[in-house]
Structure formats: C-alpha cells, structure tokens
C-alpha cells in the first residue's frame, strides 16, 4: 500500500519517520476497507476478537511498534520465498484471496507449489525464538492449534477450485537462529467439519447480534495483547453489548446485518 503525504515531512530520526510511515498505512488501510467477512487470521484465536473487527469497532490499545515491525519483517520474509518458489518453478500461486459467501469468510494463502508427490498448499510463519520455543513446547505436534485451523480453511476453499490438492505444509522459520520446520498436513473430513462448524457460530452470533462470551480462562494467555481488550472489560462491568458499543464507536449503535 502506497503512502502519499500531504506535505513533506521532517523527521528528527529514522525511527520516528519508520514509526510514522505505520501510523498512515494502518490510517489508509482502515479508511480503504470495510470489515465484511470474517478473516483467516482470526480463525482459531478469540470469537469476540473476530465479532469486534469485523463489526468495524476502533481499537482501544493501539499494537505496539515493536510487534508492528516484527509484523512487517514477517511480510518481507514471505515475499522473497514466493519469489524464490517462482524462480525456481514450483509456485503455481500465491497471496490469492478466498471468499466463502456461504460463511462470510475471506482469507488469503501464501502458496500453492508443485511437489513431487503432488499439490501442496504451503503457510510461512516466521517466529522468534520465544514464540518458537512456546510453540514446541505447549504443542507435541510442534504445530500450533491456530495456525492449522488458518491453514485448513484455506484448504477447505482451495480445495473447491484445485480438486488434485494433495495435502497442505506449514513452513516454520526462525528469525532469530535461522532454523526451520516444515509440516505436511493432511485434513480430513471431520477436522475440516470443525472449521465449518468455528464460521457457523460466529455467523449465528453476528444474526442475533450478540457479543461472543469471553474464551475459558486457561485461553486467555493472549488478552493482554489484545488491540480490543477494552471492550472486554466494559461488557464486564456493565454487561451490555449496546452500550459498549456507543461509548468506543460512537455511530456504530448497531450491528450491521447481512
């Protein structure tokens, strides 16, 4: 997304001007977009954190940079492997986006390669060391809950269009040490039954209009990160999705409706 200022900048260091570049493309992002369908990279994660973005509500804790620049350096390490997947003649496609009316979801995958034993629908995440080191510990797979449930409703929907499509593989990189993992994933039936299953309660939580209750609170590991948290804590205290959602978007009293 290009930034265009209105005037010339001046800027006292490269940080700030780095720091401010982000403010305008989360700015320009946000008025170029509308929050419709349910998105991928929320699949898996908290319900009331997917309810509240795609009903449009600001945040109330703005990310901070350091994980805003991480996030950034994780798109720079996805763009050159898809480079390199296509330079070298396996990348069939790539950063495609998917939407399911059926579901009111819209996602977009990394890759499709061609291997030898077939098609393969790749995810890249890049990790830290901690993140990486959490991972493998909190899951004896070595492959995180959330990012398998991304990863299969990408295959759900592919699936329609490259009927051959084989199994899917999350591609792991650490950033920090240069190590990687990859994980071929083959979905069955009833795992990909789960994901439906995910969209059809958000959609029958969206039709009535009504907030998501908070997750279990072994689940709560990731609240305090959260860019929406303080809604959270309004519908704590006054228990009222109506009211939350006066005090923090002022015009958007309701939900809209598909």
Partial sequence: MNIHMKKTPQFKSVDKALCTFLDERQRAYKSSSEETYWHASGLGYCLRKQYFMRLG????????????????????????????????????????????????????????????????????????????????????????????????????????????????????????????EEYIIHFTDTYLQKIIDILTTLNRYWKKQEVPPAPPMHDRKLCNYCDFRGYCKDLKKRGNADTLIENYAGKATTIKKK
């Fill in 57 to 180: 509500l600001e945040k109330t804790h703005a990310t901070p940079y350091k994980y805003q620049f991480v996030a950034m350096d994780g798109n720079a390490s996805h763009e050159w492997r898809q480079e390199a997947l296509k330079d070298i003649g396996i990348l069939l496609a790539s950063e495609e986006t998917l939407i399911s009316e059926e579901h009111q979801y819209k996602g977009r995958y990394d890759a499709l390669v061609k291997l030898t034993d077939g098609l393969s629908l790749i995810d890249i995440k890049t990790q830290g060391s901690r993140a990486w080191a959490y991972r493998k510990r909190a899951e004896k797979s070595g492959v995180s809950r959330a990012h398998k449930i991304q990863l299969g409703s990408y295959f759900l929907l592919l699936k329609k269009k490259y009927p051959k499509l084989k199994d899917a593989r999350l591609y792991y990189y650490n950033r920090d040490t240069g190590e990687r």
